[in-house]
């Protein structure tokens, strides 16, 4: 089946009551039917209900099958994901190497918290691809990945990381959110685990925070669920129903504010004040090529260079706008703006780019009323 037909079809309830929808069960106690129950509950059925109920064993299901995986892991957030993936990778000893455009909360657990399991961290330049080999030493346990970066927009070589991975025994992790796992595989293209917020594309309407991890094979699976129940991760029931219900229209939205998203970056570079357009889908991105051969579209998450601007400028831009509201997140219906200097940080490769960087995305209004809404950002700078 296509991509869209199998979007209407994943963890759908296959019982005799017809319904084309989950159940929403809230609990917590869940009775044996006989004290030898208690402790070898049947195959199948849920002794607790932290490990999760029928909205959150269909939302699993049907993300595994998404991202053609052997088991996930169901979040309170998509950073927890993040981190549930690091732990359930490294011990006491090991390094995990980071790209060095990982999200910041992400870099800021490497830094401050995982030291204190005996875990170092070092980050490596995004666009070093098959050169990772160079920097790999017998301790480095873990290595993340977020192609594009969620700030920069750069691109990594996922086939020539996990190759080498693979080889010398690596767990390969990727904050997969751009692409909501419906416009890359990561899985397929070697990567152990998978991590997305769900708070973003899959969720869709800006009304829920959650994550997920799904794992490349039944061993990776085992490894994270062990840690999951370890941790005490749990993701509500209602939370479960939502991201279900807004995995239905993903397809659509990450289509709609793709496409827009284009036709406003097409606006932009015919502004002689605007420099590098950062969007992966352009032809003239660095690592369009890496794109194009990965990648089966795009999102309506990019970023555009402002030469001569400096943090006030960027602030009276934002300020002046009206239908982009200024927020961190994005995948929802609605456009958000937000300047990235203030949050770049860089640990072993320099980053560069001219004045301020701008982060649009691009939600579900009309292109020619966004478009009329950055000109008025414009025109408060001129």
């Known amino acids: 089946m296509k991509e869209a037909t199998r979007l209407t079809r994943l963890g759908r309830p296959h019982d005799d009551r017809g319904l084309v929808n989950p159940s929403i069960e809230r609990g917590s106690t869940i009775l044996a039917a006989k004290a030898s129950e208690l402790y070898n509950a049947p195959e199948g059925k849920p002794h607790y209900g932290r490990v999760g109920l029928e909205a959150q064993r269909a939302l699993r299901s049907a993300l595994t099958e998404l991202q053609g995986g052997s088991g996930c892991a169901l979040t ?24 060095d455009c990982i999200y910041g909360p992400v870099r800021g657990f490497l830094l401050n918290t995982l030291p204190k399991f005996g875990v170092k961290a070092e980050f490596f330049s ?14 480095v346990q873990a290595i993340l990945l977020e192609s594009p970066g969620s700030l920069t927009m750069e691109l ?12 010398k025994g690596i767990i390969t992790i990727i904050d997969d959110t751009w692409s909501a796992g419906l416009t890359l595989k990561p899985l397929e293209l070697g990567v152990d685990y998978a991590v997305q917020a769900l708070t973003k594309y899959v969720g ?9 991890v799904v794992a490349r094979t039944d061993k990776l699976a085992t490894r994270l669920q062990n840690m999951e ?20 229209s ?30 992966p889908a352009r032809d003239d991105h660095p690592d369009h090529a890496i794109f194009k ?38 995948g929802g219906y609605e456009s958000l703006a937000i300047h990235c200097n203030p949050q770049i940080r860089r640990s072993k490769t320099e980053h560069k780019h001219q004045g301020e960087l701008i982060r649009l995305a691009i939600g579900l ?18």
């Open 126 to 139: 995004p666009r070093m691809g098959a050169n990772i080999s160079d920097i790999i030493t017998d301790d």
């Open 229 to 248: 129940k370890e941790l005490g991760v749990y993701a509500a029931p209602d939370d479960a129903y939502l991201a279900l219900r807004g995995l239905r």
């Open 365 to 382: 209004e009309d292109p020619a009323d966004l478009i009329a809404d950055l000109e008025r950002g414009f025109a408060s700078v001129d």
């Open 76 to 99: 309170s957030s998509g950073m927890m994901a993040n981190t549930l993936s690091i732990l359930a990778s490294v011990e006491a000893g090991g390094r995990v190497l980071a790209a």
């Open 204 to 212: 869709g309407h800006s009304d829920l925070m959650m994550g997920a």
């Open 156 to 167: 990594q070589d996922i086939p020539a990381i996990t190759k080498i991975a693979q080889e």
């Open 293 to 330: 051969r990965d990648f089966t579209g795009a999102c309506g998450l990019f970023s555009i260079e402002m030469p001569s601007w400096d943090n006030e400028k960027s602030e009276r831009f934002l300020d002046a706008l009206d239908i982009f509201g200024l927020g961190f997140s994005w």
């Open 250 to 279: 993903l397809g659509l939205r990450m289509e709609k504010s793709a496409q827009s998203s284009l036709m406003i970056a097409d606006w932009l570079d015919s502004r002689a004040d605007v420099g590098e357009i950062r969007h």
